[in-house]
């Protein structure tokens, strides 16, 4: 048992300088991959001057509120039946257009009521009551509006009311 208690104990070889190097390197090629990143504008912060520029560029698209003009489309109700019970959808809107084709979309009005009003009509209970329905009827709405007047002339189709009851 004395021979035993004799031995000395060996010590834990210490790791070479291989796992500091290839830290190293990796956190290099982090940082390298993050600073293309935000100066090729793949994030939204930082970025250079080009990408300021177009960020310049896109918010000079906004329409000045000067040439902006709306014109209310009349109030409409629908009936839906489903389910043994009658269900009505009060829907009204504006139409935002230039005030340059205030005057032609004032005259196509009749159709764009005829054009909302079928398309509305063929619209189930199940269709409105989805979380996600009203983004989306707006935007079959507009395109409707769109092809009946021209794809210039209507900007956006503003939902005033839209109650199921």
């Known amino acids: 048992m004395t021979d035993a208690a004799a ?9 070479g300088k291989g796992p500091l190097l290839i830290g190293l ?11 293309f ?12 001057e080009e990408a300021h520029e177009e960020k310049v560029e896109h918010e000079a698209d906004v329409v000045p509120t000067e040439d902006i003009a709306f014109i209310e489309v009349p109030g409409m109700v629908i009936s839906f039946t489903g389910g043994g019970r009658r269900q009505l959808l009060r829907f009204s809107a504006q139409l935002e257009v230039s005030k340059a ?3 032609d979309v004032e005259l196509l009005l009749p159709r764009i009521v005829d054009v909302l ?14 979380p996600m329905a009203l983004t989306r009827l707006r ?15 209507v900007r956006d189709l503003l939902i005033m009311e839209f109650v199921l009851n």
Request: hydrophobic content about 40%; cysteine-free; charged content about 25%.
């Open 7 to 15: 031995e000395p104990t060996e010590e834990p070889k210490k790791g």
């Open 101 to 103: 084709y205030k005057d």
């Open 117 to 130: 009003n079928g398309y509305l009509r063929a619209l189930e209970v199940s269709d409105i009551e989805d």
């Open 25 to 35: 390197v990796l956190a290099l090629v982090g940082a390298g991959g993050g600073y």
């Open 37 to 48: 990143a935000v100066s090729a504008g793949l994030l939204p912060f930082g970025g250079t």
């Open 139 to 153: 935007a079959q709405m507009l395109r409707r509006i769109q092809i009946v007047t021209g794809r210039d002339m």
